[in-house]
T-cell receptor
Framework: EAGVTQFPSHSVIEKGQTVTLRCDPISGHDNLYWYRRVMGKEIKFLLHFVKESKQDESGMPNNRFLAERTGGTYSTLKVQPAELEDSGVYFC???????????FGQGTRLTVV | AQSVSQHNHHVILSEAASLELGCNYSYGGTVNLFWYVQYPGQHLQLLLKYFSGDPLVKGIKGFEAEFIKSKFSFNLRKPSVQWSDTAEYFCAVIGPYNTDKLIFGTGTRLQVFP
């Protein structure tokens, strides 16, 4: 069974550009989460989808971040325009239930220069 | 605000040494507790979890953790580490306010030398 896959694995962009991160959850997992780790700090929650609906987006930093989950399958996280402080590793996770035992992807390392 | 503290940021051990990584969380009530591990170049994976019942939880690869409610702690232990345990370890908690987003600690980087 395929795990959670994220694309790209690395992205280097200039300040002001747009970047779109993609996450493919494990098939059949209704719950999809985005997290972010800024260098040296803790992994922080960004948002949670249940199927195609945003259940909780309390962790989204500001309106430069837009997450979608088309048809309840894959999800994208777009940053527009990117700022230096957006650099970090963005993790996606999926779960069949809402009890925290999520399966994580390898993450996308985003560097904004 | 809910928070998780991991006291050790970087731990260096020789093979066969015993390991204990500290984890404390900041609030009472019913919580679900987790330890995740990230091996070099790999994804985060679940080591073990505590929801209820026996406070001594056994996970994969010989790891265990003990939930001590009175101390708000969930320390990770392994009696004898191996070089392959070199990784970053994250303590995380869910709850108690009917939410299922994980609150992570800052992580502990473990290096094990042969």
């Amino acid at each position: 069974e395929a795990g959670v896959t994220q694309f790209p694995s690395h992205s280097v962009i200039e300040k002001g550009q747009t970047v779109t991160l993609r996450c493919d959850p494990i098939s059949g997992h209704d719950n999809l989460y985005w997290y972010r780790r800024v260098m040296g700090k803790e992994i922080k929650f960004l948002l949670h989808f249940v199927k195609e609906s945003k259940q909780d987006e309390s962790g989204m930093p500001n309106n430069r971040f837009l997450a979608e989950r088309t048809g309840g399958t894959y999800s994208t996280l777009k940053v527009q325009p990117a700022e230096l402080e957006d650099s970090g590793v963005y993790f996606c996770a999926s779960s069949p239930d809402r009890q925290g035992s999520a399966f994580f992807g390898q993450g996308t390392r985003l560097t904004v220069v | 605000a809910q928070s998780v503290s991991q006291h050790n940021h970087h731990v260096i051990l020789s093979e066969a040494a015993s390991l204990e990584l500290g984890c404390n969380y900041s609030y009472g009530g019913t919580v679900n507790l987790f330890w995740y591990v990230q091996y070099p170049g790999q994804h985060l994976q679940l080591l073990l979890k505590y929801f209820s019942g026996d406070p001594l939880v056994k996970g994969i690869k010989g790891f265990e953790a003990e939930f001590i409610k009175s101390k708000f702690s969930f320390n990770l232990r392994k009696p004898s580490v191996q070089w392959s345990d070199t990784a970053e370890y994250f303590c995380a908690v869910i709850g108690p306010y009917n939410t299922d987003k994980l609150i992570f600690g800052t992580g502990t980087r473990l290096q094990v030398f042969p």
